[in-house]
C-alpha cells in the first residue's frame, strides 16, 4: 500500500495549508478501518504526532495544533487531510502521514511545510 502525501509548501505565519494523504491501492473496507495520523519533524528535533483520527471518527491533536489544525478523511476518495490554520513558524517541518490497522503500518513520503516571512 502506498500513501501518497502532498500539499506542502511556503507560507506566511498566519496563512493556511491543507495537506493530503492519498491510498488509491487501499482496500474501501481497510481504508474505513484504519487510524490515520499525521506526524511532523523539524530539523535536529525527534518526530511528533500532530493529529490522528480514528476508525470511530474520534480524533486527538498534539497541544501545539488544538484549535488550528483539522484533521480528516474522505472515504470515498481514500485520502486523509491536514487542515493547517494560523501556520506559525514553529510549524515548519516535514509532515509525514500514517496509516495503522490490524497488521499493517504504513507511512508516506514526508511533504515539508515552510512558515516563513
Known amino acids: 500500500v502506498q500513501l501518497q502525501a502532498s500539499g506542502g509548501g511556503l507560507v506566511q505565519p498566519g496563512g493556511s495549508l491543507r495537506l493530503s494523504c492519498a491510498a488509491p491501492?487501499?482496500?474501501?473496507?481497510?481504508?474505513?478501518?484504519?487510524?490515520f495520523g499525521w506526524y511532523r519533524q523539524a530539523p535536529e528535533k525527534q518526530r511528533e504526532l500532530v493529529a490522528s483520527m480514528r476508525q470511530d471518527g474520534s480524533t486527538s491533536y498534539g497541544d501545539s495544533v488544538k484549535g488550528r489544525f483539522t484533521i480528516s478523511k474522505d472515504n470515498t476518495k481514500k485520502t486523509a487531510y491536514l487542515q493547517m490554520n494560523s501556520l506559525e513558524t514553529e510549524d515548519t517541518a516535514v509532515y509525514f502521514c500514517?496509516?495503522?490497522?490490524?497488521?499493517?503500518?504504513?507511512w508516506g513520503k514526508g511533504t515539508l511545510v515552510t512558515v516563513s516571512s
Open positions: 491501492r487501499m482496500i474501501l473496507s481497510t481504508f474505513w478501518g484504519t487510524t
Open positions: 500514517n496509516a495503522q490497522g490490524p497488521g499493517m503500518n504504513y
